[in-house]
């Protein structure tokens, strides 16, 4: 499903869209529609597009601290986190690996998990599937304990952060090739949150637009020079 909204920056725009539509910010697609920079004589405006999919997975997330979190190791503090820690441990165990399984941090509807282990590289998977594939389980079954307004985001050596990088620098630097080249570049498959970094990134240079090509959540993003 497809909605629109509006709002002064894109941030603004996005607020509304996750207010409205009760969901996190990673739970949708966002394209651009229009955007008008603010001047000395005119506000800002931005208007989005948002895409629900009918089935939404756990994407890739960059946690950042803010106020109101916890970070470090910390003790599950109820029979929930215990449940999920050991479930988490589990699966890893019978994938053939071991692992130390922590809480890192939580906050309101959300909780982080840190998987420290030598066969981490393993665990995270080319471009961080498999991280992202145990991190799905963990969300099914934090649902199973009846706990589906907790979203669960597992780690392991600072990938989320490491990942966001790549893909910034990804963007600026397929960015300069559309300029030289003056031909559309179009990126691998990516998940909503990893395209819309893309997206943000890139939305602020005026000769350059992206727009999201595909079916279903992993969908290509294109870098292209603007047609004045």
Request: glycine share 6%.
């Amino acid at each position: 499903m497809t909605y629109e909204f509006e709002g002064k920056t894109e941030k603004d725009a996005i607020e509304k869209a996750v207010s409205e539509l009760n969901l996190n910010a990673d739970q949708f697609d966002v394209e651009i529609l229009e955007a008008q920079k603010k001047t000395l004589f005119k506000s800002g405006h931005v208007k989005i597009r948002v895409i629900v999919e009918d089935e939404v997975s756990e994407p890739a997330e960059h946690v950042e601290k803010s106020a109101g979190q916890a970070f470090g190791k910390l003790i599950p503090q109820d029979e929930f986190e215990q449940k999920l820690v050991d479930f988490i441990k589990s699966v890893i165990e019978k994938m053939g690996y071991s692992a130390s399984v922590d809480v890192f941090f939580r906050e309101e509807k959300k909780i982080g998990i840190r998987l420290d282990s030598d066969s981490s590289s393993i665990l995270i998977g080319r471009k961080g599937k498999n991280l992202d594939a145990l991190q799905l389980l963990a969300n099914v079954y934090a649902g199973h304990l009846g706990r589906e307004d907790v979203r669960v985001i597992l780690d392991t050596e600072n990938y989320r952060v490491r990942r966001e990088e790549n893909l910034v620098h990804l963007a600026y630097t397929t960015a300069d090739k559309v300029r030289s080249t003056r031909l559309s570049v179009l990126l691998e498959p990516m998940n909503p949150y990893d395209r819309r970094i893309i997206h943000t990134t890139l939305n602020d240079i005026s000769d350059i637009e992206t727009k999201s090509e595909g079916e279903g959540l992993f969908k290509q993003v294109r870098i292209m020079l603007k047609s004045f």
